[in-house]
C-alpha cells in the first residue's frame, strides 16, 4: 500500500554516513526531510545533494533535520561526499543512508518491488528512488513529492513547502497558491466569519468561502 498524507512514516534501523540510526528516535522532537536518490556518483544527485547542504542554516532555522538516501553503501556515500562537498562548496552535515538492498526504498514505496537489480544495477534500475518526505515530529508524513529521474529538484520550493506545513500545523488556515512566508493566509472554513475574527482579529472577505488574514506568529 502507498504512504499517504498522515499516515505514520515506516520506522527503521539503518547504517548511515554517520552511523547507525533508529529513524523515529533520530527524528526525535522535529520535522524531517527524507529525500532518496537512485545512486550516488551520479549529476543530478550531486547537484541536489549540494543543494540541501547549502541550505543548512535555513534547516536549522525551522528546527527540521534533513537526511539522504542512496541504494549504495556507506563506502561509497563516503567518497562522493567529498565530490558533493567540492562541487557546492558547502559541508555535508547531514547523513545518507546506505539502503542496498532496497528495504527502505519499499518501505516507502518508492518504487516497484520487482526493481531490484543485484548486479551491474543502474540508476535506471531504481528510477522511481527520487522522492521528498516531509514529516512532522509526530511522526506522520505531511507531503511527499517524486521527480523524473531527467528534472533535478527545486529545493527553494521544497523549503517553500516546509514553511506552510508549518505554518498550517495545528491551525485552521491554508495557504494560498505561491505563497511564501509573511504573506496572508486563508482562514479555514471549519470558522465562521465570527469564529475567525475572534481567533485571527482582522479578516478580509475576498468571496463567501474565500477568507484570508495575517498569518499568525
Not at 547507525?20 to 536518490?37: K, V, Y
Not at 471549519?190 to 488574514?213: N, Q, V
Request: proline share 6%; hydrophobic share 45%; glycine share 6%.
Amino acid at each position: 500500500m502507498a504512504l499517504r498524507i498522515n499516515d505514520t512514516v515506516p520506522n527503521f534501523t539503518a547504517q548511515t554516513s554517520q552511523g547507525e540510526i533508529s529513524f523515529h528516535d533520530w527524528i526525535g522532537d522535529s520535522w524531517a526531510i527524507l529525500f532518496s536518490h537512485p545512486k550516488d556518483f551520479t549529476p543530478v544527485c550531486t547537484t541536489e545533494f549540494g543543494a540541501v547542504a547549502q541550505l543548512a542554516a535555513e534547516w536549522e532555522k525551522r528546527g527540521t533535520k534533513v537526511i539522504g538516501i542512496s541504494v549504495d553503501g556507506v563506502d561509497e556515500h563516503m567518497q562522493w561526499i567529498g565530490d558533493i562537498e567540492k562541487f557546492a562548496e558547502a559541508t555535508v552535515g547531514f547523513p545518507i543512508i546506505a539502503d542496498e538492498d532496497l528495504a527502505i526504498s519499499k518501505a516507502f514505496d518508492m518504487l516497484p518491488a520487482d526493481a531490484y537489480m543485484p548486479d551491474g544495477r543502474t540508476p535506471a534500475d531504481s528510477a522511481t528512488v527520487r522522492s521528498v518526505f516531509i514529516i512532522s515530529p509526530d511522526k506522520k508524513l505531511q507531503l511527499s513529492m517524486t521527480y523524473p529521474m531527467s528534472v533535478g529538484r527545486n529545493f527553494a520550493e521544497v523549503l517553500r513547502a516546509l514553511d506552510a506545513l508549518q505554518a498550517t500545523f495545528g491551525t485552521p488556515i491554508a495557504t494560498p497558491a505561491n505563497w511564501v512566508h509573511g504573506q496572508d493566509v486563508i482562514v479555514a472554513l471549519s470558522l465562521d466569519d465570527a469564529a475567525a475574527k475572534e481567533k485571527f482579529g482582522e479578516i478580509d472577505i475576498k468571496l463567501p468561502y474565500l477568507r484570508t488574514t495575517k498569518a499568525p506568529a
